[in-house]
């Protein structure tokens, strides 16, 4: 069974960087069978889509967040992580990690969520 | 960039039929996913591919796709399935779209 774990503070300053990791147990980001995925949800709102990393490697990202954003995995540890930059309050969000297959393009497997609050 | 369209709320009575649409350009040639999130907790696949059910989600739950609407059915509504419910899709243009989000309300 595959599972996603987020960890990271909960707390970050604005103008800082956002930085979270993603473990994973029960499959392997080295997969080419999936996108390993950052999704976000500020409070009382939608889900935004933040991007992937494929094969470990190749990235993908919102336009809108694609100039804050970094995504990359370390493969010794089976994890994927989140760099978001320059943040503001607006990036006050519970962040998830899940896994979308490449074939149907859901989302499959998703972790249980950490919110990040932005303040000094 | 690809938008997807939610009511924003659908409120019916115990035991009816519900339908969330969402609504894009041509929808019905891409694959849309329904998620069900409940307060606090990570999103739950409920449909994929249009119409398919994941293994575990009860036969209540179905899903159509045509032209520029989506549909996600939940039949016998039980209080259970009060939740928020996502659409998704997978663009060419801006890969990952989410729409905005329906809440169910079970009366």
């Known amino acids: 069974q595959v599972q996603l774990q987020e960890s990271g503070p909960g707390l970050v300053k604005p103008s800082e960087t956002l930085s979270l990791t993603c473990t994973v147990s029960?499959?392997?980001?080295?997969?080419?069978?999936?996108?390993w995925s950052w999704i976000r949800q500020p409070p009382g709102k939608g889900l935004e889509w933040i991007g992937y990393?494929?094969?470990?490697?190749?990235?993908n990202y919102n336009p809108s967040l694609k100039s804050r954003v970094t995504i990359s995995a370390d493969t010794s540890k089976n994890q994927f992580s989140l760099k978001l930059s320059s943040v503001t309050a607006a990036d006050t969000a519970v962040y998830f990690c899940?896994?979308?297959?490449?074939?149907?393009?859901?989302?499959?497997?998703w972790g249980q969520g950490i919110l990040v609050t932005v303040s000094s | 960039s690809y938008e997807l369209t939610q009511p924003l709320s659908v409120s019916l009575a115990l035991g009816q039929t519900a339908k969330i649409t969402c609504g894009g350009n041509d929808i019905g040639s891409k694959n849309v996913h329904w998620y069900q999130q409940k307060p606090g907790q990570a999103p739950v696949l409920v449909i994929y591919?249009?119409?398919k059910r994941p293994s575990g989600i009860p036969e209540r739950f179905s899903g159509s796709n045509s032209g520029n609407t989506a549909t996600l059915t939940i039949s016998r509504a039980q209080a259970g399935d009060e939740a928020d419910y996502y659409c998704q899709v997978w663009d060419s243009s801006t890969d990952v779209v989410f729409g905005g989000g329906t809440k169910l309300t079970v009366l």
């Open positions: 029960g499959g392997s980001v080295s997969s080419g069978s999936y996108y």
């Open positions: 990393i494929y094969q470990s490697g190749s990235t």
């Open positions: 591919r249009d119409s």
């Open positions: 899940a896994r979308a297959t490449v074939v149907t393009t859901h989302f499959d497997h």
